[in-house]
């Protein structure tokens, strides 16, 4: 019943700058730390970013720091992935998921519950 939408994503120039979000519905997601991650075809599934918002805590992969920023208003959904500064090595489909990690973790084995993803596009 639970289930997990990414949206968001698209066609964008390197440079640019787009806005992912995660909408959550069947289940109550106040306490659950809410992780991003990605995909690029051939590879391994990436950690992106993690913040569990009651604990106060984000972490962010090391190939994003400084560009993209996850964030939630409150402890409702959804949740948003702001990713500036674009580059081509970005593209892959996002992923959200939902986990219950007090330490918003890294690895995907962490996280019971994700969307089925959305394409993000970095041209050159």
């Known amino acids: 019943q639970v289930q997990l939408v990414e949206s968001g994503g698209g066609l964008m120039q390197a440079g640019g700058s787009l806005r992912l979000s995660c909408a959550a519905s069947g289940g109550t997601f106040g306490d659950y730390t809410m992780g991003w991650f990605r995909q690029a075809p051939g590879k391994e599934r990436e950690f992106v970013a993690a913040t569990n918002w009651r604990n106060r805590i984000t972490n962010y992969g090391d190939s994003v720091k400084g560009r993209f920023t996850t964030s939630r208003d409150n402890a409702k959904n959804p949740v948003f992935l702001q990713m500036n500064n674009l580059k081509p090595e970005d593209t892959a489909i996002y992923y959200c998921?939902?986990?219950?990690?007090?330490?918003?973790?890294?690895?995907?084995?962490?996280?019971?519950?994700w969307g089925q993803g959305t394409q993000v596009t970095v041209s050159s």
């Open positions: 998921a939902a986990g219950d990690p007090f330490i918003p973790g890294r690895s995907s084995r962490e996280y019971a519950y």
